[in-house]
């Protein structure tokens, strides 16, 4: 019988929710009174098991998960819980007090309703070493009210942890450490802080606290014994009183970047500290004496922490000392005796510093030393004998040094990890490397090796992963086979040699192969695919003599090809784009022929595409997919034709695109302009034509720092607009940007450009380098003033057009020109006296003209010669001969030695050079500049290049 009439309806509806309200009842009443033997069998099938929920993971502090296990698999229910693998029972109650499934192969998520939840009385929940897919902290956790030990780290929780977690108020330690990225927002922090009282030991490494502020630290119990934040994104400053908590035993602070300490403590510090991490947190002052009190100390590691001076002999105090590292610092100086004598010490990091001097001769300690670094330093002498002799080394590590002379035989067979590269060693490779069963990993790169060495010297290293002699003379024996069967990395550029190693061809692991800079002629070897097929991500055969077709290579699995500067003809391979993940492919500089694959720029994965220098012919493909990953197009120097595509606008990422030399035509390419990474943008020596209109979005090419549109069909004015939304030549402080290079990490661009009247390939581009070349075209009006803003500028190039009007006295503000061709126009006036105080011109080209009135004299003026003035019939003074109201013009006086300070080689070219470019030619000398700035501050990587 149905329910009809709206009472009768609201009566059934009554009846239904007190029917779920009594079920809901009954079966919360049965889950709650649930056996706890129950409730962990019903936890344990929620879950599967899986070997890869638990890998093994290595901290400084921690070793996680080196011997997991199943622990649940042997839960049997016809067995008293209370002995299952991982259980804790109370003896009288028979309560479960203690769940430990650490590292136990768990996975799936843990829910609010998981009967995990139904062990009131546990006291002890260590979970950590699993992976519990990205689950949240149910705020259940906060029932757990009699729990001291809560450990959940490393087992793939995230989200925010829930403020119920505060509730536990008889936590003495918590462990949350190694998640994904867990969010602590102020509210919850603080209430950890004011509720958990008996807390002691709190572990948030890799967890989200950048909304909490440093000094709440301070809040905390001066009962700690352990913190440990390490990177957890604090931010601000921090009181150095941190430090200096009584009880404290272990504190990470590590890998903060953003944190500010100021300065360490002059006293009172613990003195039951025995971890100390500060890695990565900044100080503006120096290390003080009184780090060498704390004799309680294990482990130190203060690495990239902006540390100057010298290395502190007091550490020499802190005989416990098992790991120290000082690496990525300032420090400078001598090597202290004292922290060669550490009778415990196991590990000790001083790279990437600035010491200097040599090794001690004679030490004590180290007995128990495993792994010495000390590479890139100005560290130099001989190698001492009791380097050789360390009975526990394991790792050792020299490179980048100034090391001279011979090293001694190894006395021990313990070494994985030897790296000698760098330095200026020389005489003969100890032989008893040759034993070193266990090593893993060689580099004996760039020394002075007086002998050619010997491949097959080192064919019983079964165990080496990575082995490294470029820059080396090396002699292989092809008549030799031999395995090693786990050489991932091979390294023999620059070693002249003239074939392909023959015992590849069994190098089934190889992963890294570099070949580059040597003599290999011939084609490719076959054997060379099936070597690598499976494995191989990076193959560099650049600059050596191969010859034939392109090799028909599929690697599956190759990221980075380079085959440039060799003599490869044929056509480019659509084989090549079965490599699904190739990122860089460089062909430059063969003989190249065909078209460009269309497949190529369909890639969603291809980085780098450098073709230039061949004779590829036909259109450019006009397909570009959306959402691909071009960083970098160079097809400059083929015989490409057609318009460019259109689709190019769809390379979202891309930083340099260089066309030029081909025969490419149309428009200027103003679809382009809405590229926001673009810095340079290279169409010289094509057929480009007509006007270059108005910009059509409101910021064009902000970050465009090398514009080069020479030697097509350009006409009408000037594109003053363009000009006015460069915002990345506008203003550059040089002395405030770090010495970087495009590509920079993964692949280094280098891109020809004219300066100072010459094509020079700029091996590597320097990321503030900055010019604008719109020479021979057909350009006409007058000079915009507004160019005058643009302030970075290291070039600036209009020669060869029908430019009107007078040179613009705006450009005294290009502070940092060092080049400017205005030459073979028709332009009138005078030069203005402002170019007089430009610091850095060094090449002034104001030829063919019609300038009138006297030639500006001082500073860099007194330096032009004639031919930066040809042609100009009104035009008189130094250096001509012709003068100038009559009277003869003087000979401007020699530099005073302020003048010379003022123009000296700081930014990378050296007045000396000009002078010797007075009696060899000033292209000479100007070269010669260039050349010489090896011995100043880098500007750029530069060699000469001949364009046909």
Not at 438 to 460: A, D, I, P
Not at 499 to 523: V, W
Not at 601 to 621: A, C, E, K
Not at 661 to 675: A, D
Request: aromatic share 10%; glycine share 6%; hydrophobic share 35%.
């Amino acid at each position: 019988m149905g329910c009809l009439g709206w009472k009768n309806q609201l009566f059934c509806l009554l009846v239904i929710l007190s029917l779920l309200f009594h079920f809901s009842s009954s079966f919360s009443s049965s889950l709650s009174s649930i056996s706890p033997c129950s409730a962990l069998l019903h936890f344990n099938h929620s879950l599967s098991l899986d070997l890869s929920a638990s890998p093994s993971y290595y901290t400084s502090r921690i070793q996680m998960c080196d011997n997991s296990y199943p622990k649940t698999a042997s839960w049997k229910e016809d067995k008293d819980c209370c002995s299952w693998d991982g259980v804790v029972c109370h003896q009288t109650t028979r309560h479960v007090i203690g769940l430990d499934l650490s590292c136990s192969w768990l996975r799936g998520p843990i829910h609010s309703n998981s009967t995990l939840f139904f062990l009131p009385h546990l006291r002890a929940l260590n979970l950590a070493g699993n992976c519990f897919n990205e689950s949240l902290i149910s705020p259940e956790f906060g029932k757990f009210k009699t729990l001291t030990h809560l450990n959940l780290s490393y087992s793939c929780f995230s989200g925010k942890i829930p403020n119920e977690i505060s509730h536990l108020s008889s936590l003495i330690s918590l462990d949350l450490s190694l998640n994904n990225g867990l969010l602590i927002e102020t509210p919850v922090w603080k209430s950890v802080i004011h509720n958990l009282t008996q807390l002691r030991e709190l572990l948030l490494d890799q967890s989200d606290m950048s909304s909490i502020r440093p000094n709440s630290l301070m809040n905390l119990s001066s009962s700690f014994t352990t913190l440990s934040l390490n990177y957890c994104k604090l931010q601000g400053k921090l009181e150095n009183s941190i430090l200096c908590l009584p009880s404290i035993q272990t504190l990470d602070l590590g890998f903060n970047i953003n944190l500010d300490m100021g300065s360490l403590p002059k006293s009172n510090w613990s003195s039951y500290l025995q971890f100390l991490d500060l890695s990565s947190v900044s100080f503006s002052e120096k290390l003080p004496d009184s780090i060498g009190n704390l004799k309680s100390l294990k482990y130190l590691d203060i690495s990239n922490c902006n540390f100057t001076g010298s290395i502190l002999t007091s550490l020499g105090n802190l005989t416990k000392l098992t790991y120290l590292t000082l690496s990525s610092n300032n420090f400078s100086g001598l090597l202290p005796l004292s922290v060669f004598n550490l009778p415990n010490l196991s590990s000790l990091y001083l790279d990437n510093n600035q010491l200097i001097g040599p090794l001690p001769n004679h030490v004590s300690g180290l007995l128990n030393l495993k792994d010495l670094y000390l590479s890139s330093n100005f560290l130099n002498g001989t190698l001492p004998s009791w380097l050789s002799n360390l009975p526990s080394l394991v790792s050792l590590s020299l490179n980048g040094n100034q090391f001279i002379g011979e090293i001694g035989e190894f006395k021990s067979n313990s070494l994985k990890h030897l790296d000698l590269s760098y330095n200026k060693l020389y005489g003969s490779i100890p032989r008893s490397i040759s034993r070193f069963v266990n090593l893993t990993y060689l580099s004996l790169s760039s020394n002075n090796w007086s002998n050619m060495l010997e491949l097959e010297m080192f064919s019983k290293l079964k165990n080496l992963v990575f082995l490294d002699f470029s820059n080396n003379l090396v002699s292989i024996n092809n008549n030799v086979t031999y395995t090693l069967p786990k050489l991932s990395s091979l390294n023999l550029s620059s070693c002249n040699i003239s074939e392909f190693p023959i015992f590849l061809r069994i190098a089934t692991t190889l992963q890294f192969l570099d070949l580059s800079n040597n003599r290999i002629y011939g084609q490719v070897p076959k054997w060379l695919e099936d070597m690598g097929r499976d494995s191989l991500y990076f193959l560099d055969l650049h600059d050596n003599l191969l010859q034939g077709p392109f090799p028909t290579l599929s690697f599956l699995s190759l990221e980075y090809l380079s085959v440039s500067n060799n003599k490869l003809t044929g056509e480019i391979p659509s084989l090549i784009c079965n490599t699904s993940s190739l990122y860089v492919l460089d062909l430059s500089h063969n003989n190249l022929s065909g078209v460009v694959p269309k497949c190529l720029v369909h890639s969603n994965v291809l980085s780098v595409l450098d073709l230039r220098m061949n004779s590829l012919h036909g259109t450019i493909p006009a397909t570009f997919s959306k959402g691909n990953h071009f960083r970098n197009i160079n097809l400059n120097g083929n015989q490409l034709e057609g318009p460019l595509p259109r689709s190019l606008a769809n390379c979202r990422n891309l930083e340099v695109l260089d066309l030029g030399s081909n025969k490419i035509n149309g428009t200027f390419p103003y679809w382009l302009e809405g590229l926001l990474y673009l810095r340079v943008l290279v169409i010289r020596s094509n057929k480009f034509q007509g006007r270059i209109g108005n910009p059509k979005t409101k910021s064009p090419f902000p970050n465009l720092r090398i514009l080069d549109i020479s030697n097509n069909e350009f006409n009408g004015p000037l594109p003053i607009k363009y000009f006015k939304f460069l915002k990345a030549m506008t203003n550059v402080d040089e002395g405030k940007v770090a010495l970087k290079y495009m590509g920079d990490g993964y692949y280094q661009d280098s891109l020809n450009v004219m300066m100072k009247g010459l094509y020079i390939e700029l091996v590597r581009i320097q990321t503030v380098f900055t010019t604008i070349d719109f020479s021979n075209n057909s350009f006409r009006g007058e000079i915009p003033k507004i160019i005058g803003r643009l302030k970075s500028l290291k070039g600036l190039n209009f020669s060869h057009n029908n430019l009107t009007g007078y040179i613009p006295p705006s450009f005294g503000n290009l502070s940092n020109l060092e080049w400017l061709d205005l030459s073979f126009n028709k332009l009138i006036g005078e030069i203005p006296k402002q170019l007089v105080d430009l610091p850095w011109l060094e090449v002034l080209k104001l030829s063919h003209n019609q300038l009138t009135g006297h030639i500006p004299f001082g500073k860099q003026f007194n330096t032009f010669d004639n031919d930066s003035y040809t042609d100009n019939q009104g035009l008189c003074g130094f250096p001509l001969s012709k003068t100038c109201n009559s009277l003869e013009a003087k000979k401007p006086p020699p530099l005073t030695l302020q003048q010379e300070d003022y123009l000296g080689p700081e930014n990378g070219f050296s007045w000396q050079a000009i002078s010797m470019g007075y009696g060899c030619g000033v292209i000479f000398g100007m070269l010669m500049g260039y050349l010489m700035f090896k011995i100043g501050k880098p500007k750029w990587i530069v060699r000469m290049v001949n364009l046909e």
